[in-house]
């Protein structure tokens, strides 16, 4: 019985043979009768035990924020492209409770991705700052629900 599994697996992978029902059934048997000398081999009865189930971690989720650069200043005067020296995103549970999450040190960018967020309601503020250290007020407060 071996020798004939050999011999068809050998022309399988030499000449593409699509394998028959009954060596397909030859090598499931095969394969049940090594199972079960590996289990008396290992002191295993073949049996399983009834171990809970292990729940898979909820999804999770990305966001990608997107904004354009100010050109006014909160007192109304311009701000110059080149004073501008970044931004700093904020995020949290509630409006009343943002934490900095990044501080981005490029003018030129203008969309962050938040990544591993869990199932619930977001909130997501983006200031700008300058290079004289004044950092705009959160003027929008988005809210997501993923």
Known sequence: M?????NVKTDFLT?????????TRTVFLLTLVSLAFFLASCGGSGETSEEPAIPS??????????WVAPAIRMDGKPLLSSEL????IY???SKSDLSL?????????FTYEVNELMKGTYYFAISAYSDD????????????EL
């Open 2 to 6: 071996l020798s004939s599994y050999a």
């Open 15 to 23: 000449k593409g043979v699509v394998v028959s029902n009954q060596v």
């Open 57 to 66: 971690p909820p999804p999770k989720s990305s966001i990608t924020l997107e």
């Open 85 to 88: 020296v970044g931004y700093k």
């Open 91 to 93: 995020m949290g549970r």
């Open 101 to 109: 999450i990044a501080t981005l040190d490029d003018p030129s960018i």
């Open 133 to 144: 250290e004044l950092e705009s007020e959160l003027p929008t407060i988005l809210q997501k």
